[in-house]
């Protein structure tokens, strides 16, 4: 996880118990105000924790939890219960449009919408995955200019496509740029 952090400057934060090192640790990435964020945590030592205190409704062998129970992993490994670490993103996409395409996603292809969250499922679950590419994130400055420009030049801007097509409605806005910039000196 550190290495995925560091690769995209992405803030780290580990947490552990100082007083009690079989309670297990947490590392985060990513800020808690972030729109993307993971943590990756020893499952096995807090299921061993919540055991021990005897948590209400925890059911857990704790006999077998303190002797190294064997849990059967998805592609046949036997693992001691102490040594699972689970890993989890949070996602929280800034606009409508990332919402709606994170509402119809299977829960592994959430690690999409992140260059860097791409990256550790990648190195912790050997997953490839593409960026998800959802568009119409955060509206810059920009997105209001064309806006506007399409809001009050809209017929024009169109009457132009209808002539030369998008590609040299292109270079013809390009050459009437250049041409105004000369003029001004």
């Known amino acids: 996880m550190l ?3 560091k690769k995209h400057a992405i803030a780290a934060k580990f947490e552990a118990d100082a007083l009690d090192k079989l309670a297990g640790a947490t590392q985060y990435l990513g800020a808690p105000s972030s729109d993307y964020r993971a943590r990756g945590y020893q499952k096995g030592l807090q299921m061993r924790q919540r055991a021990l205190a005897g948590m209400r409704g925890y ?7 303190l002797n190294g129970l064997q849990v059967e992993m998805h ?3 036997l693992v001691d219960a ?6 989890e993103a949070q996602i929280r996409p800034p606009t ?19 260059p860097w969250l791409v990256d550790l ?17 955060k509206i810059t400055d920009l997105d209001h200019k064309v ?4 809001k009050h030049y809209g017929a024009t801007i169109q009457e132009l496509l209808d002539m030369y097509g998008a590609q040299d409605m292109g270079v013809f806005l390009a050459n009437e740029l250049a041409k105004q910039k000369q003029a001004q000196g």
């Not at 709606?100 to 919408?113: E, G, M």
């Not at 499922?121 to 994130?137: I, P, W, Y």
């Not at 806006?147 to 399409?150: A, E, I, R």
């Open 3 to 5: 290495r995925v952090a």
């Open 82 to 87: 102490r040594d699972l670490v689970r890993v």
């Open 121 to 137: 499922a990648q190195s912790v679950f050997e997953m490839n995955l593409v960026k998800l590419d959802v568009r119409g994130q």
């Open 96 to 114: 409508k449009k990332g919402k709606l395409a994170l509402a119809t996603l299977d829960p592994q292809d959430c690690f999409a919408f992140s």
């Open 147 to 150: 806006s506007w420009m399409v």
């Open 59 to 65: 059911k857990c062998d704790v006999k077998a939890l």
């Open 75 to 77: 592609d046949g490994r």
